[in-house]
């Protein structure tokens, strides 16, 4: 089995200050690491992954993650938020089961940018 | 191609009336997926396919849900008999197959549902 934890539902973060929105995983076996952003009555949009090598992932919109495996943890950053940044992050893990790929998300956090 | 569509966006529907909803894909992806996101949670894997085939419809909620994709391009999500609780969205999301399901999924604005 497989989860995932977004240990902040909300966070609110002032225009142009730094951000860290928190997730840890579990899982018995190795897993592919995502991050999905959701603006308002929109889809899913794909920040960034990790699949492997280097720990340190660089996204899109200036977001960044660090995989940390002894701790089981995917953090999401970005040193200096803004307005439009506003929105909903999904911190997803996915592993090969049966032939596919059994992908399970967070429940996400909601980033509140006070201008 | 614009991206993933879905049609309805939005859906009022009274208890125990069937729905229907419908994907187009991305038109060169071959892999075509079904989610279900709740208020306050992530999205739920329902169901996928590569091209026609239905390769996963274990996590679909109940009998109650059935998906196609008849000609491998477009798809539709058919719930029977709807009860409150099965009000969402539901997101339809696409790619090309490869060894990481998910590596390029597109997904859609997704079909929100809301049965009174």
């Known amino acids: 089995a497989q989860s995932v934890t977004q240990l902040d539902s909300q966070v609110p973060v002032f225009e142009e200050a730094p951000v860290e929105l928190r997730c840890n995983y579990s899982s018995s076996v190795s897993v592919y690491l995502f991050w999905y952003v959701q603006y308002p009555n929109q889809g899913l949009q794909l920040l960034l992954k990790?699949?492997?090598?280097?720990?340190l992932v660089k996204g899109i919109n200036g977001f960044e993650a660090e995989f940390n495996k002894s701790q089981t943890s995917f953090h999401l950053r970005k040193p200096s938020v803004h307005i439009s940044d506003t929105a909903e992050y999904f911190c997803a893990v996915s592993r090969n089961s049966g032939g596919y790929q059994k992908v399970t998300f967070g429940i996400g956090t909601k980033l509140q940018v006070i201008p | 191609d614009t991206g993933v569509s879905q049609d309805p966006r939005h859906k009022i529907t009274k208890r125990g009336q069937n729905v229907t909803f419908r994907c187009d894909p991305i038109s060169e992806h071959n892999r075509l997926y079904w989610y279900r996101q709740t208020l306050g949670q992530g999205p739920e894997f329902l169901t996928y396919f590569q091209n026609e085939a239905q390769l996963e419809k274990s996590r679909l909620l109940s009998d109650r849900f059935s998906a196609e994709r008849p000609k491998g391009s477009f798809s539709t999500l058919e719930i029977q008999r709807t009860e409150q609780g099965d009000s969402a969205m539901y997101l339809c999301a696409s790619s090309l197959a490869g060894e990481i399901l998910l590596t390029e999924a597109f997904f859609g604005q997704g079909t929100r549902l809301t049965v009174v």
């Open positions: 990790y699949l492997s090598g280097s720990t």
